[in-house]
């Protein structure tokens, strides 16, 4: 059985697989049409666009591992598979109990790393910048939302990249998703970290090792 996250084509359906949209899934549960299911699949599979920004897809996975009697894993458009194995799922479900009592601890240690810079900058007495074209410009993208190919905003991203690459030193991007339509001059930088929406990782998105 393969479960297709928003945004991701639907694959052919092989001999005996069953291929349902996430909001067909979502009418199962309101229906109650997901008990038909129990155990019936012999494997499970969440397919989305990339794993690094799959999350931590714990109702899913939790239901794919109830309808499915063999292997359950996640897997993108590019093949890449992450099995979602007992000891995961136990994972997942003690970082979901236990977030709700780390979020003020997250947010002050953030605090404290933005009053750490402004302080050094104010001692420091940093002149103002001065423009030169003649550096390379860093981009950061940080949206949440993924697969996105086309839009207002995907078409607004690439045209200023684009623009900057032609008047300014080499263009250097780090993004949470691909940017269509970029010319290949511009560097871009994915996130390398499997679990990128996870709680533990949220807070500098691994952005930092494309740095």
């Given amino acids: 059985m393969t479960i297709v996250r928003p945004g991701v084509p639907a694959p052919p359906a092989a001999p005996g697989e069953l291929v349902v949209s996430f909001d067909e899934f979502t009418r199962w549960l309101r229906r109650g049409t ?26 899913l996975a939790l239901a ?38 780390r979020i003020r601890a997250l947010l002050r240690s953030v605090e404290r790393a933005l009053e750490t810079i402004e302080t050094a900058d104010h001692r420091t007495g940093r002149p103002p910048p001065i423009l030169n074209l003649t550096a390379s410009p860093l981009y950061l993208r940080t949206d949440l939302s993924f697969g996105v190919r086309a839009g207002g905003s995907v078409a607004h ?20 998703d691909d940017i269509p339509t970029v010319k290949s001059s511009v560097e871009v930088c994915l996130p390398s970290g499997r679990s990128l929406l996870e709680f533990q990782g949220a807070a500098d998105l691994s952005l930092e090792r494309c740095l």
Avoid: C, Y
């Fill in 64 to 101: 794919l591992r109830v309808m499915s009697r063999g292997r359950v894993a996640v897997e993108d458009i590019r093949g890449r598979i992450r099995r979602l194995t007992g000891s995961l799922l136990f994972r997942w479900t003690a970082q979901l109990a236990t977030e709700p009592f």
């Fill in 157 to 176: 991203i690439a045209g200023v990249l684009n623009e900057l690459d032609r008047f300014t030193g080499p263009v250097k991007v780090l993004t949470t």
């Fill in 34 to 59: 997901v008990l038909k299911h129990v155990a019936r699949h012999g494997e499970g599979r969440l397919l989305v666009h990339r794993l690094e920004s799959a999350g931590r897809p714990l109702p």
